[in-house]
């Protein structure tokens, strides 16, 4: 992989950290604050910049050539993703039952990918 190519995936993937967690929590105040159909816009562009993440992800470790630490760290952002569409599909049905788990799954997850991503955390 070419070092543009990697330089590209690589500042899409970490530019769009903050920007995800953004709308994630514009998404869930605009749906919780009775503003529907705003918050169903803000969450499908919240689902495009999944798609951002998850192939920037990939491309970015495969240029690193897949060391166990990158490969744990997106295994986990996945799981932080479903806690997200979790809290905010659930949110928006209604039923939240479970609320509490999703929330500290996704607090937990969120965590552990911003400390492996800037190695705080390595093995």
Do not use: D
């Not at 993937?13 to 705003?38: C, D, N, P």
């Not at 806690?83 to 939240?96: D, P, Y």
Request: hydrophobic share 60%.
């Amino acid at each position: 992989m070419s070092q543009q190519l990697f330089t590209i995936f690589y500042q899409s993937h970490i530019g769009s950290w903050a920007i995800l967690v953004l709308l994630f929590f514009v998404s869930y105040f605009l749906v919780k604050g009775g503003i529907r159909k705003g918050g169903k816009i803000v969450h499908m562009i919240l689902r495009l910049f999944y798609v951002i993440q998850i192939v920037s992800g990939v491309g970015v470790l495969m240029a690193y050539e897949f060391p166990a630490v990158f490969i744990i760290k997106g295994i986990i952002a996945i799981v932080m993703i479903y806690a997200m569409e979790m809290i905010l599909v659930r949110t928006q049905k209604g039923t939240m039952e479970k609320g509490g788990l999703y929330w500290a799954i996704l607090l937990i997850s969120l965590l552990l990918v911003v400390l492996l991503g800037f190695e705080v955390i390595s093995f």
